[in-house]
Nanobody
Framework: QGQLVESGGGLVQAGDSLRLACAAS????????MAWFRQAPGKEREFVAH????????YYTDSVKGRFTISRDNAKNTVYLQMSSLKPEDTAAYYC???????????????WGQGTQVTVSS
């Protein structure tokens, strides 16, 4: 079994920054790829970024390139999403995911966190 727990969400103003964290335990702390997805009300879950076990294979969706940075600290079994220059359209529940295959497709991930809400006011 594995568990992912996200933290760091909140209510901010446009242009502000937030750092999300995802703490992994159990099987999720092994050599898995990690990713962040987000889901706004009434919309499908959307890929945000992924990172490989060694910290490579980093990829972002176009809408967050240059504003978001994904990173991981394997000693702490934690993956981060540093978000800057936030926009109202970034408002969503953010989920971290873990799996043996790095992908932008949510179905390829085995473990999911419960989500953390990010709300950006204009």
């Amino acid at each position: 079994q594995g568990q992912l727990v996200e933290s760091g969400g909140g209510l901010v103003q446009a242009g502000d920054s937030l750092r999300l964290a995802c703490a992994a335990s159990g099987r999720t702390s092994s050599s898995y790829a990690m990713a962040w997805f987000r889901q706004a009300p009434g919309k499908e879950r959307e890929f945000v970024a992924h990172i490989g076990w060694t910290g490579g294979n980093i990829y972002y969706t176009d809408s967050v390139k240059g504003r978001f940075t994904i990173s991981r600290d394997n000693a702490k079994n934690t993956v981060y999403l540093q978000m800057s220059s936030l926009k109202p359209e970034d408002t969503a529940a953010y989920y971290c995911a873990a799996g043996p295959v790095i992908s932008a497709t949510p179905e390829r991930y085995l473990y999911w966190g419960q989500g953390t809400q990010v709300t950006v006011s204009s």
